[in-house]
Structures are given as C-alpha cells and as structure tokens.
C-alpha cells in the first residue's frame, strides 16, 4: 500500500460533463468466452461514435497485451485483471467517457468489487453509473461456436482453469440487462443497451 499521498482535487465531475456534454458511465459486459460480449461491445461502441458520443472499449484479450501482460489465468491474477480494468474504466467514466469492457469476470465478488469502485464517492460528487450486462448462452452453444478454439484445447487439457469447462462462472443474479445472446442479434443487442442507456439520461447530451 502507497503511504504519503494525498488527493489531489481538480475538475469536479460536473464541470467537464458540462464542457463535453455528455455523462460518463461503465457499461460491463460479461459472458462465457464464445458469447458474444466483444462483437456486441464493439457494435454498440461503434453505433455510439457515430451518434457522436466518447466512447471506448476495454476487450480482455487486448489489455492483456499491455497493461495486465504479467497477468495469468490463476483465480489470484483473475481477481486483479478484473481490478485493473474496473480502476481504468472508472477513470473513463470519470472523464465523462463511455467506458465499454468486455471480459469473462467470472466471479460474483470481482464484478461486486467493480461496481464498489464506482459507487466510491469518497474523493468526487457523486457515484459513477455501471451497467452490468450478462450476455448469456449455454455452454453447448458457446462450445460450438468456439471461434478461437478454446473450448476444444480446455477439453484436451492443453488450457487449464478455462471458465466453464475447469473453472466455474458465476452467472449474474441481478445484471442491469440480461441478453440471451444465442436468440438475440448482434442490432437488437446493441439497440436494447442503447435503449436503456438512453431511458437512464445517460445518452441525453448536455443534461
């Protein structure tokens, strides 16, 4: 734990969302591998930019190229990837940015921890709105669709501690929107998340 620091106290909240006209959030995406959280994600973060809102996407495979590259798979080093990831896409939404993230976060208690940071207003105004969406498919489809082939080197042995095959996921129980991936299209998907952002004056520029 760092000792001798102090909060530096800058822009409130509300002034840079006046200036940028626009409300920032998290919106956390989780969902077996296979289930379509990254192609919904970036659909939704493209339909967002041309509506002409800041954006960004956070994707699990991509931070772990770069910021969470010394992270494993092990339950430890799953509990700070999702960590990291919850301090930097509060840091967007602090911003005032759209923050999409798209990862398997697979226990309860992370994605608890995730939602605790934003609600932390001991340094700012207010709380951060998070949107936890649950993109849920049985794991007979996601193992068919496997498009990395994953679920098919979990089952051989070669990846260990693989969500859904050697590892648990901890469904969500009270996810904000709850989108049953193998029923739904990518469009109606993106049309839902935008339809409730927009219902929670998240998307009312200006406001």
């Known amino acids: ?59 699990g495979d991509n931070v772990r190229f770069g910021l969470n590259k010394d992270l494993g798979f092990s339950p430890n080093d799953r509990v700070e990837n999702i960590r990291r990831i919850a301090e930097v896409a509060k840091l967007f939404a602090d911003s005032t940015t759209i923050a999409l ?48 082939g994953l679920y098919k080197k979990a089952k051989s042995g070669e990846i260990k501690e693989f969500t859904g095959i050697s590892a648990p996921y901890e469904a969500p129980e009270n996810a904000e929107i709850h989108i049953h991936s193998e029923k739904t299209s990518v469009e109606e998907a993106v049309m839902i998340i935008t339809k409730y952002l927009e219902d929670n004056g998240l998307l009312s520029k200006g406001s």
């Open 101 to 148: 993230t798209s990862f398997i976060s697979p226990y309860k208690a992370d994605r608890q921890i995730a939602r605790d940071l934003h609600a932390d207003t001991k340094n700012v105004d207010q709380p951060l709105p998070f949107i936890e969406v649950f993109i849920d498919v049985p794991i007979e489809e996601a193992e068919k669709r496997d498009p990395k």
């Open 1 to 59: 734990m760092a000792t001798n620091i102090t909060w530096h106290a800058g822009l409130t909240r509300k002034e840079r969302s006046e200036l940028r006209k626009q409300k920032g959030c998290t919106v956390w995406f989780t969902g077996l591998s296979a289930s379509g959280k990254s192609t919904i994600a970036t659909a939704l973060e493209q339909h967002l930019l041309h509506l002409e809102y800041q954006v960004y996407r956070l994707d």
